[in-house]
């Protein structure tokens, strides 16, 4: 793979080959990359798992990371970020991680030399992020084929609804959506439910955040009538199946997308989410370099 920038691009057998890479790297340590190469990280937006994840990631494959900082850059000047990228290929960077608020900011960057990654681009896509939720999935059940996955919250600011309805639709899964008017748009042809006639026949139970930045000024909403309307209540954390467990993307709104003292529940793998991260990005990483050392290899 060239870049890696929407769920939509990755076949089933792509994606079930980054998750078992993913997985190889989890249980059988850490290997370093076999040669050196110099990364750097463009995050237009805020971000802490998926920044510092990817740096992780790139350290522990010994890559050298060119430090980037967008409010000091020649961005405030105007550049482009086609320049921008421009430049750091020039530089000898080969390989950017990418995250802007522009829904696929990415299409000018496809004719760089080097791999891009995207690690969010506005409403669009999250592909690390789905994934990861892929493996963490996958680790869970071993399987996707029939498995219902609830995505509740917010699906129309959501760059995670999008990525994971692609591909878990692609991998044999029953994907439903629950979102209040509002938030509702139709992605693909995910049926909307309400979350309290499914809760207690779902196998995965996916919360989204609420997208405050991406709403129009002035539009608010009830934190509470949200919680008891969309979010995972301790009834509805209740009815769940025994084998059922819980996920969202974080940052979490305790509270307003699922109740605080289920952030850690026993179903809950909100924070294996984030360890699965790590080696997810690893794998990616990995992908885009040796695609880029086998086209060199190929000119040779
Ligand atoms: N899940 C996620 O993308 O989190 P960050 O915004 O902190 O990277």
Redesign the pocket.
């Known amino acids: 793979m060239k870049n890696i920038l929407s769920m939509a691009d990755l076949t089933k057998d792509e994606i079930l080959n980054i998750i078992h890479k993913a997985q190889d790297l989890k249980e059988q340590g850490i290997s370093s990359i076999d040669r050196k190469a110099t990364v750097a990280n463009l995050f237009f937006?805020?971000?802490?798992?998926?920044?510092?994840?990817f740096e992780m990631a790139e350290r522990k494959l010994g890559l050298d990371i060119l430090p980037f900082e967008t409010n000091t850059s020649s961005v405030q000047k105007g550049e482009t970020l086609y320049d921008t990228c421009k430049t750091l290929e020039s530089i000898g960077v080969e390989a950017l991680i990418i995250?802007h608020s522009e829904n696929e900011y990415y299409e000018p960057l496809k004719s760089l030399n080097i791999p891009v990654i995207n690690?969010?681009d506005g409403s669009g896509q999250?592909p690390t992020?789905s994934l990861l939720d892929i493996m963490t999935i996958y680790e869970e059940y071993g399987y996707f084929s029939g498995l219902k996955v609830l995505i509740s919250g917010d699906i129309k600011n959501s760059r995670?609804a999008r990525s994971n309805a692609d591909a878990l639709t692609k991998l044999g899964a029953e994907v439903m959506f629950s979102a209040p008017d509002q938030w509702k748009e139709q992605i693909s042809d995910i049926p909307y439910v309400n979350i309290d006639d499914v809760i207690n026949e779902i196998d995965v139970c996916m919360l989204l955040?609420v997208q405050n930045e991406r709403h129009d000024k002035g539009q608010s909403y009830s934190k509470s009538e949200y919680h008891v309307g969309y979010g995972l209540t301790k009834e509805r954390y209740e009815q769940l199946k025994d084998s059922a467990i819980v996920m969202h993307?974080?940052?979490v709104n305790r509270g307003v997308e699922i109740d605080t003292n289920l952030v850690e529940s026993p179903k809950s793998r909100i924070f294996r989410q984030m360890e699965n991260?790590v080696f997810v990005r690893m794998a990616c990483i990995q992908e885009v370099l040796n695609h880029k050392e086998e086209k060199v290899k190929c000119h040779l």
């Open positions: 937006e805020n971000s802490t798992r998926t920044k510092c994840s995250r690690g969010g999250h992020q995670v955040r993307p974080a940052p991260g």
